[in-house]
T-cell receptor, first 115, second 112 residues
Framework: GAGVSQTPSNKVTEKGKYVELRCDPI?????LYWYRQSLGQGPEFLIY????????DSGLPNDRFFAVRPEGSVSTLKIQRTERGDSAVYLC?????????????FGPGTRLLVL | AQTVTQSQPEMSVQEAETVTLSCTYD???????LFWYKQPPSRQMILVIR??????QNATENRFSVNFQKAAKSFSLKISDSQLGDTAMYFC?????????FGGGTRVLVKP
């Protein structure tokens, strides 16, 4: 079946602008995760959804970052007033069941560049 | 808090030979899982192997095997009969509760 998809693949924006990144999880996966991967580093946890609700948003760096998953499937990560330090690859993953102990399946990521 | 440390930034290996990647971790959780993921230049994270902490037997997946030393909090990955397609970044990751925590990665280069 289809894997996790993310759009756009690449996004270039200017400092101060608003961006939205989309994630389509594997059909039937109730858990969805967002990660941020800076150049040369491992991914860092941002937020975890179980169904429609954010079960853990402790990784969001500040209130400029927000994510939604209104129907328990597609999720959107929203970044307001972008800063150059937000430049990174944003990865989405989904899994069955609950919690991070379930194997997560990753999308190809969105590379965000803030000029 | 959970931490994962990969002390080898880069490893190179000749095709058909064996390479071992190191990973150490720390967690206060009693129920956790460990993973190795591969990330080729395409950026897609691909699961290589998974180990449940409560299982003493080391996981194997074809040419990939782990050496899980729970008391030492060590989880190394051995790649046998290395192939050119194994060239990628490899990340060790610890799952406990809601979070998957990654190490900094080891770049593996397989030379022909």
């Amino acid at each position: 079946g289809a894997g996790v998809s993310q759009t756009p693949s690449n996004k270039v924006t200017e400092k101060g602008k608003y961006v939205e990144l989309r994630c389509d999880p594997i059909s039937g996966h109730t858990a969805l995760y967002w990660y941020r991967q800076s150049l040369g580093q491992g991914p860092e946890f941002l937020i975890y959804f179980q169904g429609t609700g954010a079960a853990d948003d402790s990784g969001l760096p500040n209130d400029r970052f927000f994510a939604v998953r209104p129907e328990g499937s597609v999720s959107t990560l929203k970044i307001q007033r972008t800063e150059r330090g937000d430049s990174a690859v944003y990865l989405c993953a989904s899994s069955q069941g609950r919690g991070a102990v379930e194997t997560q399946y990753f999308g190809p990521g969105t590379r965000l560049l803030v000029l | 808090a959970q931490t994962v440390t990969q002390s080898q930034p880069e490893m190179s290996v000749q095709e058909a030979e064996t390479v071992t990647l190191s990973c150490t971790y720390d967690t206060s959780e009693s129920n956790y899982y460990l993973f190795w993921y591969k990330q080729p230049p395409s950026r897609q994270m691909i699961l290589v192997i998974r180990q449940e902490a409560y299982k003493q037997q080391n996981a194997t997946e074809n040419r990939f095997s782990v050496n899980f030393q729970k008391a030492a909090k060590s989880f190394s990955l051995k790649i046998s009969d290395s192939q050119l397609g194994d060239t990628a970044m490899y990340f060790c990751a610890l799952a406990a509760g809601n979070k998957l925590t990654f190490g900094g990665g080891t770049r593996v280069l397989v030379k022909p």
